[in-house]
């Protein structure tokens, strides 16, 4: 069984910056698809950002181009995302994922942490 623990949440006011982290309990993160989703009240989880099993393709919701840049450090285990530019729409739980069965973008992983919170204050 792989742990994953996000951590980074908190309040930060439109157009700020936050950054986000993932910790998963693998020996690697190397040959795990993995990505970040979110989920705000009312709503369906969505996808936000990605990065395919070798690590050598990433992809993002249209939702956040241009100001979120998703990266990991296979040998740390380690996923991050950078969210700069925040908007209250960004206002969610976001949710690390750790081993993609089918595109990245579905929410069919192996693994799920527990969230973190993340308010944006307009």
């Known amino acids: 069984q792989v742990q994953v623990v996000e951590s980074g949440g908190g309040l930060v006011q439109a157009g700020g910056s936050l950054r986000l982290s993932c910790a998963a309990s693998?020996?690697?993160?190397?040959?795990?698809?993995t990505s970040w989703f979110r989920q705000a009240p009312g709503k369906e989880r969505e996808f936000v950002a990605g990065?395919?099993?070798?690590?050598?393709?990433?992809t993002y919701a249209d939702s956040v181009k241009g100001r979120f840049t998703i990266s990991r450090d296979n040998g740390k285990n380690t996923l991050w995302l950078q969210m700069n530019n925040l908007k209250a729409e960004d206002t969610a739980v976001y949710y690390c994922?750790?081993?993609?069965?089918?595109?990245?973008?579905?929410?069919?992983?192996?693994?799920w942490g527990q969230g973190t919170q993340v308010t944006v204050s307009s």
């Open positions: 994922a750790v081993g993609a069965r089918s595109k990245l973008s579905s929410t069919d992983y192996a693994y």
């Open positions: 693998t020996r690697t993160l190397s040959g795990y698809g």
């Open positions: 990065i395919n099993w070798s690590g050598g393709s990433t």
